[in-house]
């Protein structure tokens, strides 16, 4: 990973983005603003996808995304926690700050007033939701939102028993449709659509759990099994996590060859599920006539591990478990700037300051995360490396 300094990031990147604010302050006061669709995917590791270096997994849709917009190679969560990472993902916030740790916890006091959300419908944007909400411990709020598809806990991916039925993919791709056919024309739009894929389904036996017409997908591929996974790495770990709920779960996904190819190859086929819904909604948005005004942002709330280290799930601090894939895409931006991979890190909490960026919308000061659009303009931030790639080669 590239030498990065952080600090002189956040510290510089309010003043760098100065006149670009004052832009947006001027654009918000007019009909020009974009509309927003921010895409997430549950334990989405950095490497799953085709634009980033991975010769295996498919995901045509969101590489053209990428083609067309920016990755980021060296993007990062804060804590490596669904939950956790969601409610920074939603305020810009760090976790000490939001203190939204577990799923018993809620949005208290004005916390919520001061998210991304609440600020866009505040802003006069339609305020789209779908999908797994995240913070568990209170009332989702369904007020601020005039669309919400949203539901609390895992959810399952099949309405009926025995992996029978409609895939709650196809489902949620169903209602960003549905949300998209009841915008007006120019009124300007927020759609925020939380995947539970490629999340597990914890209580079943096959743990991951794609739409069974890709079960031919990959199927003569051998996925190579990473080096890291040998077990004289996980012998050189403390004994704590020796004994953690991560190596209980690597036993089920990961622990012989069989397993391991039929986790990972479930895994990236319930990406490619996702990515099917990043072609549906770039139709519906052309149909719509308003593909030239949207902005579409995808990343991952945390990452994954598939068996390196001998472990499953995320929590700890290894790459695997921290870093995700970040592309944006503006239809709006120059030629130059399209097909870009920046290297310059970015944080899960850049997320919502950058959303609000793009509506002309003032971030409360009390955001930590900065804006990204200094970095997507090519513009120079102090303190920050910047060594940009066209898009198409392997993440950093």
């Known amino acids: ?6 600090r002189h990031f956040v510290s510089s990147g309010a003043a760098a983005a100065a006149p670009y604010l004052l832009r947006g302050r001027a654009s918000a006061q007019g009909a020009g603003r974009p509309n927003l669709v ?6 989405h590791r950095w490497d799953a996808l085709g634009c980033m270096g ?3 997994i498919r995901t045509p849709q969101i590489d053209r995304l990428a083609a067309s917009g920016t990755r980021f190679q060296n993007m990062f969560v804060t804590t490596a926690i669904c939950v956790t990472s969601r409610a920074s993902i939603f305020t810009g916030l760090h976790a000490h700050s939001h203190r939204i740790w577990s799923f018993k916890d809620s949005f208290g006091g004005d916390l919520f007033a001061r998210s991304y959300p609440a600020l866009l419908k505040q802003a006069g944007y339609r305020n789209g939701f779908v999908g797994k909400w995240g913070i568990d411990g209170g009332k989702m709020p369904r007020e601020a939102f005039d669309y919400f598809r949203g539901f609390q806990g895992q959810g399952e991916y099949f309405p009926e028993a025995g992996h029978k039925g409609r895939h709650l993919t196809d489902r949620m791709g169903d209602q960003m449709v549905e949300f998209l056919d ?6 300007p739009f927020h759609l925020s659509v939380s995947f539970k894929a490629p999340h597990v389904q914890d209580q079943d036996p096959l743990q991951f759990l794609p739409d069974p017409r890709y079960d031919s997908l990959y199927r003569d591929v051998e996925i190579p099994m990473p080096e890291t996974a040998a077990p004289r790495f996980i012998s050189q770990l403390p004994l704590s996590m020796q004994a953690s709920e991560a190596r209980r779960r690597w036993a089920v ?3 012989t060859p069989e397993l391991y190819q039929r986790s990972v190859k479930n895994y990236f086929r319930l990406i490619t599920g996702i990515d099917e819904q990043v072609g549906r909604l770039r139709e519906a948005l052309e149909r719509r006539g308003v593909s030239e005004n949207t902005v579409i942002v995808y990343v991952g709330d945390n990452g994954f591990y598939l068996a390196e280290h001998g472990l499953a799930g995320k929590w700890f601090m290894h790459e695997e478990s ?10 709006r931006a120059p030629q130059a700037q399209r097909g870009q991979g920046l290297e310059p890190m970015a944080l899960n909490i850049d997320i919502a300051p950058t959303l609000l960026e793009y509506a002309g919308v003032n971030a409360p000061s009390s955001m930590q995360g900065r804006a990204l659009q200094p970095l997507l303009q090519g513009r120079r931030v102090p303190g920050v490396r910047h060594r940009n790639g066209k898009s198409g080669g392997p993440g950093a």
């Open 54 to 56: 991975n010769p295996i």
């Open 38 to 43: 921010f895409l997430l995917g549950d334990d």
């Open 322 to 331: 921290i870093r995700v894939p970040l592309v944006i895409y503006d239809p």
């Open 182 to 187: 009841g915008c007006k024309p120019g009124e």
């Open 1 to 6: 990973m590239p030498s990065l300094t952080r």
């Open 253 to 255: 996904r990961f622990s």
